[in-house]
């Protein structure tokens, strides 16, 4: 069975970039720090990591955050996303205008202007048709940024928010919630490591 999920880096005070976020700085000021642990040699983080990627059938992103992983100073195939781990699955990106170019053009991409819930249809088709096709359930996974996260939840479109919870305060930067939807969630996992607090929650 498909599951929606959401899966992003936050600090302690609830940032998912640092301040001053851009194409040539898609982390902001200090932010690579929410992210040492997609790059840490622990054994645990190489583990969450090698299955969360591993069961990705297609990723749900917004627009911003293709812009910075689209961007000359983004993904390459050492940083790409599951780099090294697994396969490239297909991405989808919630958009209002999509793009005249595409510099990853060996990625599957999609770009959907209705909105969120068409994004997550369109991304679940695809996952579906990855779970026929290697024999074994995918998922989609919503990566954000965190407007695209917090749209997801408050629209009521996911079974699963996962959380690496990095132990640095930014002060400021792009918020994960902003308010919003009321949501009841419970702890499914919470797994420390050296470099993050890895925890996974269901919906109700």
Excluded: C
């Excluded at 990853?104 to 209705?114: I, K, Q, R, S």
């Excluded at 939807?181 to 499914?188: A, E, S």
């Amino acid at each position: 069975m498909t599951r929606i999920i959401a899966d992003i880096s936050v600090s302690l005070d609830g940032f998912v970039t640092g301040p001053d976020p851009g194409p040539d700085n898609g982390l902001g000021t200090g932010g690579e720090a929410l992210h040492t642990w997609a790059f840490s040699d622990d054994p645990e983080d190489r583990r969450i990591l090698r299955e969360a990627t591993a069961r990705s059938g297609a990723v749900v992103l917004g627009r911003h955050l293709f812009d910075v992983v689209d961007g000359p100073y983004g993904w390459d195939d050492e940083t790409g996303y599951g780099a090294g781990e697994v396969g490239k699955p297909a991405f989808v990106v919630v958009t209002g205008s999509p793009p005249d170019t595409v510099r990853l053009t060996g990625l599957d991409w999609t770009f959907v202007t209705p909105g969120m819930a068409d994004a997550v249809a369109a991304a679940r088709e695809r996952a579906e048709a990855a779970s026929a096709a290697g024999g074994k359930d995918l998922d989609v996974v919503v990566m954000g940024g965190g407007t695209t996260v917090g749209s997801a939840l408050d629209a009521g479109l996911l079974d699963a928010l996962t959380l690496h919870l990095a132990p640095v305060v930014l002060g400021t930067g792009t918020p994960l919630f902003t308010g919003g939807t009321p949501h009841t969630l419970v702890q499914r996992d919470a797994i420390p490591t050296s470099t993050a607090t890895h925890l996974t929650y269901d919906l109700l």
